[in-house]
């Protein structure tokens, strides 16, 4: 099983920054992704950023060139710093997980969800 623990967010002014950090816990299972989603109220879950296993990322639209997806190279930790903040970044930040396990000799995937962090733009 793979466990996730969001921490870093909080208030923060237009234009401002904060860095979102994700523990990852995992035991003889093999990452996929890892992936930061948002959600604001009233609004439907929105996929930020990801990662792969190789390394290679992609960003929603909305945060391109504002927000940058990291990891450790032992994959135990996946960060997001985001730069430039806006009122409409406002949400509940999530962390993400795909991952995999051999089950009765074969591959299976799965998913795993942190708690999420309240990331609060405004003046």
């Known amino acids: 099983q793979v466990q996730l623990v969001e921490s870093g967010g909080g208030l923060v002014q237009p234009g401002g920054s904060l860095r979102l950090s994700c523990a990852v816990s995992?035991?003889?299972?093999?990452?996929?992704?890892l992936d930061w989603y948002r959600r604001a109220p009233g609004k439907q879950r929105e996929l930020v950023a990801i990662?792969?296993?190789?390394?290679?990322?992609n960003y929603a639209d909305s945060v391109k060139g504002r927000f940058t997806i990291s990891r450790d190279n032992d994959e135990t930790a996946v960060y997001l710093q985001m730069n430039n903040l806006k009122p409409d970044d406002t949400a509940v930040y999530y962390c993400?997980?795909?991952?995999?396990?051999?089950?009765?000799?074969?591959?299976?995937?799965?998913?795993?969800w942190g708690q999420g962090t309240q990331v609060t733009v405004s003046s």
């Open positions: 990662i792969s296993h190789e390394g290679s990322t």
């Open positions: 995992r035991r003889h299972f093999s990452i996929n992704n």
């Open positions: 993400h997980a795909d991952w995999a396990m051999v089950v009765a000799g074969r591959v299976q995937d799965y998913d795993s």
